[in-house]
């Protein structure tokens, strides 16, 4: 029986409920907490916490019934009041969690095993929020204790071992008392925090770790010492975000024809083969290729073409192009060269403003820049939705919004799945012809394990989540 | 003596105060946009307004200053936004990775520096060649690039060390000397170019002076009027330069912790500036201060115990 070790990159935030981060602190807070629901490595929800759940017809009515086997690791039992606390709790707190649950009006307990969430308005997401932080249980009692931030008390299978030290090690120890075990196959789980990637990839090769991801230039040198290399087709996007599409700093970027010209400026293929070493593809649409969403009749819409790009430009009135400042970030920085030349090759100057690592965020949500570089994570369609095209949406701190854009969002919150997909393939669309961003590609990944561990999520659907491993067979 | 170290120590923590004013100061120009990036995509005008109150950070920045000040003289020096431990622990758990590492290469460094140094000067010729050779060669290596070639050797290819992280001397002796080895050497190297030069100079100067030739007459043995006499006056300079190896082992800590993944005062500070976290920024620039200024302190008084006509007090 093999112990599992993966390096994170960044210190774990707080492990209070309400405060989850849903990007690579999960790997750790996912083994401590249970979550309502799971998503598989085909993006299916499935039951977990809760056994089952089922929504009203007009899906403003969400039921969940939860299981009765559940035990903290203080030896209480999980009751349906822990769970409502919880919910009410990360609804209401205004922490990181708190957007995934803003559908959500009421969580009651209509027996000692049903929950019923109240919704304002149907959301598409929340099935995939509770596989998520928003669905994570904590005891009642401990909400209010400040210890929870560090000493989360969870019902999940792993538990913080006192050999952890926050910020540099996190090792948990297997409950046997867990209702779930055969999920979970690692006697043992460390996650050390190494930021460097040589470092990473050194405590790899070492056998230190028994998995990590590789950067394109290590993969071969890792299946020469006989580790297992998986080849992910999609796990971020590149995206030239074009947030000011009402022209507010820029008003050129408000005429559709300027932010297509944008669109035709990048060689993508290019992009891929020199700068992402071949690990990705170009793209024109941002939903996970691996994905039922997935709009293939898209590829391929805006050529290459900087004779094209000028011309519209000169048709929008922009002849001698314009110039704009974007945020030199840490997503940023690799790209800018290739980005201030196929930009600059139609005409618009670019010039790059340093932004500290930690004002990343601020760049993209404070409406200080009008286009912004950003590489993103692939979570399911409805959940990217959310994300890039809501009126209200992170990405979209302008508010724009287009009429018949919002008809789509809007239908996607009560429509049943084949419905569901056909329209995100339509907002896809939408996106792609109306140049709401310049996607740019999918950038890939590259898993290699130690021979005794098997990576079981070649989709990347799970987000990070220790169920992605398993024990070789 | 006691007022001289009690005004230097005051001088210190006036210099600190200063230090963390302008580093809040600064901080403060973005704390809306940290937060604004901590709560990512629940950042909404309101909701960061809130932390910005819950932190106090909506505070005039004398008051809030000042809030900070009161708390740390009294120990407490809040919380990390990020993990939420206190800064003070944390600050400590790492420094005392990092002092592991710099103490330990400091020492080997000492040792060596003054064994080569001393004798190339006292020896001449060949031994002289062979330690400016040596000394020549390890100014010329970089660090980084040393560190990796060895982790590659000795951790990828020969598993005889481990690729990185740390092991408490607590918690298991032979596995801390086995996780600090590789950082250990990498500074030794460096370190040990500069002092063996310096060394070897001041011993050179030393030893052509008059009262060394008067020393040789009365038919003193050499090993005594070099040990004894010269090196004693000739340990000024070079233990001057020795804690500025100390202090800038400290600041290149950062680059050796991030190759060996080591959970140190480098890395610590390093993670903290991209994060934005603030309360762990300011625990950090105050115990620095401190640090260097304890350093230059202590290297003083050395100097005046060894040569009582370098006193300053």
């Known amino acids: 029986m093999k112990n599992f070790s993966l390096a994170i990159q960044t210190p774990i935030s707080s492990m209070e409920p309400a405060n989850l981060n849903d990007g690579q602190a999960a790997y750790v807070w996912s083994a401590i907490y249970d979550t309502l629901l799971f998503v598989d490595h085909n993006g299916e929800v499935q039951p977990n916490g809760a056994k089952k759940w089922e929504y009203d017809p007009d899906k403003t009515r969400l039921t969940l019934v939860i299981r009765d086997d559940m035990k903290f690791s203080d030896g209480q039992p999980v009751t349906v009041a822990d769970v409502v606390a919880t919910l009410e709790r990360s609804r209401t707190a205004k922490g990181l969690?708190?957007?995934?649950?803003?559908?959500?009006?009421?969580?009651?307990?209509?027996?000692?095993?049903?929950?019923?969430?109240?919704?304002?308005?149907?959301?598409?997401?929340?099935?995939?929020?509770?596989?998520?932080?928003?669905?994570?249980?904590?005891?009642?009692?401990?909400?209010?204790?400040?210890?929870?931030?560090?000493?989360?008390?969870?019902?999940?299978?792993?538990?913080?071992?006192?050999?952890?030290?926050?910020g540099s090690s996190y090792v948990l120890t297997r409950r046997d008392d867990y209702w779930n075990l055969g999920a979970f196959p690692f006697p043992k789980l460390t996650f050390r925090v190494i930021a460097d990637p040589t470092a990473q990839f050194n405590a790899l090769q070492a056998g230190e770790l028994t998995?990590?991801?590789?950067?394109?230039?290590?993969?071969?040198?890792?299946?020469?010492?006989?580790?297992?290399?998986?080849?992910?087709?999609?796990?971020?996007?590149?995206?030239?975000?074009?947030?000011?599409?009402?022209?507010?700093?820029?008003?050129?970027?408000?005429?559709?024809?300027?932010?297509?010209?944008?669109?035709?400026?990048?060689?993508?293929?290019?992009?891929?083969?020199?700068?992402?070493?071949?690990?990705?593809?170009?793209?024109?649409?941002?939903?996970?290729?691996?994905?039922?969403?997935?709009?293939?009749?898209?590829?391929?819409?805006?050529?290459?073409?900087?004779?094209?790009?000028?011309?519209?430009?000169?048709?929008?009135?922009?002849?001698?192009?314009?110039?704009?400042?974007?945020?030199?970030?840490?997503?940023?920085?690799?790209?800018?060269?290739?980005?201030?030349?196929?930009?600059?090759?139609?005409?618009?100057k670019v010039s790059w403003e340093p932004v500290p690592p930690q004002n990343t965020?601020?760049?993209?949500?404070?409406?200080?820049?009008?286009?912004?570089?950003?590489?993103?994570?692939?979570?399911?369609?409805?959940?990217?939705?959310?994300?890039?095209?809501?009126?209200?949406?992170?990405?979209?701190?302008?508010?724009y919004t287009d009429p018949e854009l919002e008809k789509l969002v809007a239908a996607t919150a009560t429509a049943d799945e084949a419905e569901r997909v056909e329209l995100s393939k339509k907002i896809a669309a939408f996106a792609t012809e109306h140049a709401l961003n310049a996607p740019i590609a999918y950038m890939g990944g590259t898993i290699a394990t130690d021979p005794g561990v098997e990576f079981v999520d070649p989709k990347s659907a799970m987000g990070s989540n220790v169920r992605q491993y398993e024990q070789a067979k | 003596m006691i007022g001289y170290v009690a005004r230097r120590l005051g001088a210190g923590l006036v210099l600190a105060v200063l230090m963390t004013f302008i580093t809040y100061w600064l901080l403060s120009l973005s704390f809306r946009d940290i937060v604004t990036t901590n709560l990512s995509s629940a950042a909404t005008n309101e909701s960061v307004d809130r932390r910005l109150a819950e932190l106090g950070w909506d505070l005039p920045l004398p008051v809030q200053y000042f809030k900070w000040l009161f708390g740390a003289i009294n120990g407490d020096f809040g919380r990390s936004l990020i993990t939420s431990e206190p800064v003070m622990s944390a600050v400590l758990t790492r420094l005392t990775v990092t002092l592991s590492v710099v103490l330990v290469a400091l020492l080997f460094t000492v040792t060596i520096s003054v064994v080569l140094g001393v004798w190339a000067a006292a020896r001449g010729g060949f031994a002289d060649r062979l330690s400016q050779g040596l000394s020549l060669i390890g100014h010329l290596v970089p660090g980084l690039l040393l560190a990796i070639g060895l982790v590659y050797l000795f951790a990828v290819q020969m598993k005889l060390l481990p690729a990185g992280g740390y092991t408490p001397f607590a918690e298991d002796p032979v596995r801390w000397l086995r996780s600090i080895t590789i950082p250990v050497i990498v500074l030794v190297i460096g370190g040990a170019a500069n002092i063996t030069a310096q060394v070897r100079g001041s011993m050179v100067d030393e030893l052509s002076r008059d009262y060394v030739r008067t020393l040789r007459t009365r038919g003193i043995p050499v090993q005594s009027v070099v040990l004894k006499h010269a090196l004693r006056n000739a340990s000024g300079p070079a233990l001057t330069v020795l804690s500025l190896e100390f202090i800038q082992m400290l600041g290149g800590a950062l680059i050796i912790e991030n190759v060996f993944a080591l959970p140190g005062y480098g890395s610590f500070t390093f993670i903290a500036s991209l994060q934005g976290d603030v309360p762990v920024i300011l625990g950090v620039a105050f115990f620095g201060v401190l640090m260097v200024i304890a350093i230059n302190l202590v290297v003083d008084l050395i100097n005046g115990w060894l040569n009582p006509k370098a006193r300053i007090y």
């Open chain 1, 361 to 399: 965020g601020a760049a993209i949500a404070g409406k200080k820049f009008p286009m912004v570089l950003y590489i993103d994570a692939l979570p399911a369609a409805q959940k990217m939705i959310g994300t890039y095209y809501g009126p209200n949406a992170y990405t979209n701190p302008f508010r």
């Open chain 1, 97 to 166: 969690q708190a957007p995934a649950l803003s559908a959500v009006a009421s969580v009651t307990a209509t027996d000692d095993k049903t929950v019923v969430l109240q919704l304002s308005r149907p959301d598409p997401v929340l099935l995939i929020a509770l596989s998520q932080g928003a669905g994570a249980i904590a005891p009642a009692k401990a909400l209010d204790n400040k210890d929870i931030v560090a000493n989360p008390i969870g019902s999940g299978p792993y538990v913080l071992d006192k050999a952890t030290v926050p």
């Open chain 1, 211 to 348: 998995a990590g991801q590789l950067q394109p230039q290590q993969v071969a040198p890792m299946e020469a010492k006989g580790l297992k290399v998986t080849r992910l087709a999609g796990q971020a996007h590149l995206t030239m975000l074009l947030l000011d599409k009402k022209g507010e700093l820029v008003p050129a970027l408000a005429d559709e024809r300027v932010r297509k010209a944008i669109n035709m400026a990048f060689d993508r293929e290019g992009i891929v083969k020199a700068i992402l070493q071949g690990a990705g593809k170009p793209t024109v649409q941002i939903f996970n290729p691996d994905s039922k969403e997935y709009n293939e009749k898209l590829e391929g819409y805006y050529k290459y073409d900087v004779q094209g790009a000028k011309n519209l430009l000169a048709e929008a009135g922009y002849k001698d192009g314009f110039s704009v400042t974007m945020p030199s970030t840490p997503y940023s920085t690799t790209f800018e060269p290739t980005v201030t030349q196929a930009l600059g090759d139609i005409g618009i």
